[in-house]
Structure formats: C-alpha cells, structure tokens
C-alpha cells in the first residue's frame, strides 16, 4: 500500500472480508440500514438532493449513496476497498438504480482531481477508522462548491461512547463485528467542528444519534455524547 495514502490497511482488510454482508439488512451492517432514512432524511430536510451532483466518500457497500441516487441526486460514491465497490456496483445493476457510479479513489486524491465539483459530500461513519480524520476533512471541503454542503457522521470519545459503541454494540449486543471501532480514534464534536473550521467550512448544525436495545429503534436528538453528525457549508464565496 502506499505509505502517504491517509488508510488503515487493517481496517481495510476488515470491511473487505466483510462486504458480500453489505446489503444483509439483518447481517453485520444492520445498524447502518437501520439509520440510512434516518440520516438521509436529516440531509434531504436541510439540502433537498433532487438535481444536485453528490459524492458519498467512504461508501462502502453504497448503503447511502445508492439512497443519494434514488432521492434524485447524481450520485458518486468512492471508497478504496476493491471488495465492498464490487458488491455496490453489482447492487446498482440489480436494484437498476441510475445516476450512480462508484471509484476507488482516495478523497485527497479526488480532490486534486475535481475540486469544486459536488454540491452536497458526504463522509458518514468513515473519520473514526483512517489516520488522518483531518486530511479527509479538508479534502471533502475542497470537493464541495461554494455553497455547497458536507455531512459528516462518527463516534464521540468518552466513557459513555466506549460502553455504548464498543462493550455493548460489539461484545454485548453483537450488533457489529468485535473490533469494528477502536477508541482512541473516535473524535470529539469539538475536535471535528475544528477540522471543518480549519478547512473553511461553516458548521451549521449538530445532531446527536440515539439508539434503545430493548425497542431496537434509532431516533435524532440534541444528545452528541455518542453517535452524532455535523452539517457544514463551504461559505458561497470563497474562492475556487
């Protein structure tokens, strides 16, 4: 692998032996089709995607960029694990979803490549597995246009996101694959508002992602402390 590409090889290798599981609603990614209308329609409620150019980066399976295409945008979604691309191109084709395609590209390296192209980026559960959270932050607002919007989603870093996310998601509940998260790379709401400041961007909102075992039922709330997302915009008149 090449040493500067800002990846995991591990985690790589992780979601890879993993992703003929992608579009099991009831296998390992469970949780990730549980939550897609729910992050879908925050994104929808705040930039309608209908006609807009999309890119998904980290998409995996295409869980969410599949859903980008269907709710009207031109959707891209890349990602660099060879396996999981294969299984969402195969997925568009059966599903005949259109105004989708995927790359496997490094978001740094799409950004050289077409800066200012995408009205609305989106990095959804993916800052929390690379080395470097802020070089994709940075990457994803050169992608945007002025005015466009980026959507991130990750894991708070405290005591209560480790039981939650680690002890009971993965060892109690075995509701993800033991060692799908790692701790110390989890970020805090202040750090990666600060990467997106850093990077030009305006954070616009803030919202938390609940979860209730016993009901099995997701919801969006104020309550940041675990699962959160942050809406941003690239202000409209900075410079290309």
Not at 61 to 77: F, K, N, V
């Amino acid at each position: 692998m090449n040493p500067t590409l800002n990846a995991d090889s591990a985690e790589l290798a992780k979601f890879s032996d993993l992703a003929h599981r992608w579009w099991d609603a009831d296998g390992e990614f469970r949780p990730l089709h549980q939550i897609n209308p729910l992050r879908l329609g925050w994104i929808n409620s705040l930039c309608p995607l209908h006609g807009l150019n999309a890119l998904d980066v980290g998409c995996g399976g295409g869980i969410l960029t599949d859903s980008l295409a269907r709710s009207g945008a031109t959707a891209t979604g890349i990602d660099l694990s060879t396996k999981a691309l294969r299984i969402a191109q195969l997925h568009a084709l059966d599903a005949q979803t259109s105004n989708v395609q995927y790359r496997e590209i490094a978001v740094e390296a799409m950004a050289v490549e077409q800066p200012a192209s995408f009205d609305v980026v989106t990095c959804m559960e993916m800052l929390e597995h690379v080395p470097d959270p802020a070089s994709v932050v940075r990457a994803c607002a050169t992608l945007a246009k002025p005015g466009g919007w980026v959507f991130f989603s990750t894991l708070n870093r405290n005591p209560k996101s480790f039981m939650q996310a680690i002890v009971g998601a993965e060892y109690l509940l075995n509701m993800l694959p033991r060692g799908t998260h790692e701790f110390a790379k989890m970020i805090r709401p202040s750090e990666l508002a600060g990467f997106c400041r850093a990077a030009g961007l305006t954070v616009l909102q803030t919202r938390g992602l609940s979860f209730n075992p016993l009901t099995q039922r997701y919801w969006l709330n104020d309550d940041t402390s675990v699962n959160y997302l942050l809406a941003t915009q690239k202000p409209a008149d900075q410079p290309l």
